[in-house]
């Protein structure tokens, strides 16, 4: 499975951004998508992931603020981000992994086979 992420740029707090993950290869073995970040001399943090198509589950940092949808016939996962903040910038990253994964390890990065470029939000004050 291959990720391509899009959709990031630089934005005034308070504003909106949609990025997007296109997948292609071996879609149909895709269990669960993912949003993760990495912003300057930090880790990499779950952010939101959708599971079987339909189950969301978000970081506590980011609940209510944004969405994770995708589109099948598309293959593509989108979040959608609203009220971003200064602490919001990151590399965004999308990731996929293939077959079920117990929903307490949905966080985790290493439990995700495959991983996009990354695609750089950037939140002013």
């Known amino acids: 499975v291959q990720l391509q992420a899009s959709g990031g740029g630089l934005v005034q707090a308070g504003g909106s951004l949609r990025l997007s993950c296109v997948a292609s290869?071996?879609?149909?073995?895709?269990?669960?998508m993912a949003w993760f970040r990495q912003a300057p001399g930090k880790e990499r943090e779950f952010v939101s992931t959708?599971?079987?198509?339909?189950?969301?589950y978000y970081s506590d940092s980011v609940k209510g603020r944004f969405t994770i949808s995708g589109d099948n016939a598309k293959s593509t996962v989108y979040l959608e981000m609203n009220n971003l903040k200064p602490e919001d910038t990151a590399v965004y990253f999308c990731?996929?992994?293939?077959?079920?994964?117990?929903?307490?390890?949905?966080?985790?990065?290493?439990?995700?086979?495959?991983w996009g470029q990354g695609t750089l939000v950037t939140v002013s004050s």
């Open positions: 290869g071996r879609t149909f073995s895709i269990y669960n």
């Open positions: 959708i599971r079987d198509g339909t189950h969301r």
């Open positions: 990731a996929a992994r293939a077959g079920r994964v117990v929903l307490s390890a949905i966080r985790m990065p290493h439990v995700y086979d495959n």
